[in-house]
């Protein structure tokens, strides 16, 4: 149904054209005739020529008005947002929508790959639920997770101040301050080497640290990519696998992550259930990226504690769905 109204549609945006071709093919067809009397087909000519030069007029002003929208529209994050909207096969989603199609995604998808920025909630719910479905089904899973490069500080500077300026008064990122985010980033990291360790026959790992910052958030399964803004009150879009934009933005993001800093985790050392601060220490000097003098003690253990903190960073805010089970 949708492909019949879009072929009628592109008929009609293009009747003039088809008119006027319409009309220089009945004068040529009844030159050959000789239906037309001496010059008559001459003076065809020029009203053909005409209305053809109308609608190459009409046609170079649309493509302009359309060159200026998307221009307009790229120049602000709302308007990047429409769009990456704008199409038949991705659909807008609410907050209690991403989060219904993102619990069905842990329930069921075999791939997860992640851009982002410190992923804190892939390490306290997506990683977690999709180790414990991989064990009830005894399945494998693929993780690729790009983050930011928490060894970069003026890049973790610009990030929390980017979300430093779209926080509302009294929300928690107001007093957020870049070693914040990169202690978040490093329990991520951390996290993912530890569930690597413990499952390493259900899970493929693989992390790159980016050098650059984004307003969104890919989630790519096996079923659908997920786009969201700063949390899940804010809109998402959801293009599910059979879309034609599935396909393009897996290679963007494929491409993206092979173009990070990547982490060799097979040099990771052995981590115990709970890990240490000297283990945590060791592990990020053995990856090379090495926790400097300014990580005191106190902020290594709150690394080492949120890593595995199972806690929903949004809970509370949007009604998350239990996922299901299988």
């Known amino acids: 149904m949708t492909t019949v109204k879009t072929r009628l549609r592109n008929a009609l945006s293009n009747l003039d054209l088809g008119i ?3 009309v220089a093919a009945a004068v040529s067809v009844l030159d050959l005739l000789n239906m037309l009397g001496d010059g008559q087909s001459d003076k065809l000519i020029l009203p ?3 209305l053809l030069a109308f609608v190459w007029i009409r046609d170079r ?4 008005k359309v060159a200026d929208q998307i221009a307009e529209m790229t120049r602000t994050a709302d308007g990047m947002w429409r769009l990456l909207s704008s199409g038949d096969s991705v659909k807008s989603l609410n907050g209690s929508a991403i989060s219904r199609v993102l619990a069905e995604a842990r329930a069921g998808s075999d791939l ?4 982002g920025g410190t992923g804190t ?4 719910v997506t990683l977690p639920e999709c180790i414990e479905r991989a064990k009830r089904t005894r399945s494998r899973l693929r993780f690729l997770l790009e983050l930011l490069d928490p060894t970069n500080v003026p890049l973790c500077e610009a990030y929390t101040q980017l979300h430093r300026n779209l926080a509302n008064d009294g929300d928690e990122e107001k007093g957020w301050k870049a070693l914040d985010t990169r202690k978040d980033v490093y329990a ?5 080497c530890w569930y690597r360790q413990h499952n390493s026959q259900l899970l493929e790992m693989r992390i790159g640290l980016s050098a650059t910052i984004s307003l969104f958030r890919c989630d790519l399964t096996a079923h659908h990519l997920v786009i969201t803004q700063r949390g899940p009150e804010f809109p998402g879009l959801a293009i599910p696998r059979d879309s034609p934009h599935y396909n393009p933005w897996l290679v963007e993001l494929e491409n993206s992550l092979h173009q990070t800093r990547q ?3 097979d040099s990771a050392p052995r981590l115990s259930a709970e890990p240490t601060v000297p283990e945590t220490r060791e592990l990020f000097a053995a990856l090379g ?4 003098e300014e990580f005191k003690d106190s902020d290594v253990k709150a690394i080492a504690r949120g890593a595995l903190n199972q806690v929903d960073p949004y809970q509370g805010r949007v009604q998350v769905p239990a996922p299901s089970v299988n």
Request: charged residues 10%; proline residues 3%.
């Open 20 to 22: 006027v071709l319409l």
């Open 48 to 50: 053909v020529l005409a």
């Open 61 to 64: 002003n649309r493509q302009a």
């Open 112 to 115: 997860w790959l992640f851009k």
């Open 121 to 124: 909630y892939i390490r306290a």
């Open 188 to 192: 991520t990291i951390l996290a993912a």
């Open 263 to 265: 982490l060799n985790m």
């Open 289 to 292: 990226i090495p926790l400097t």
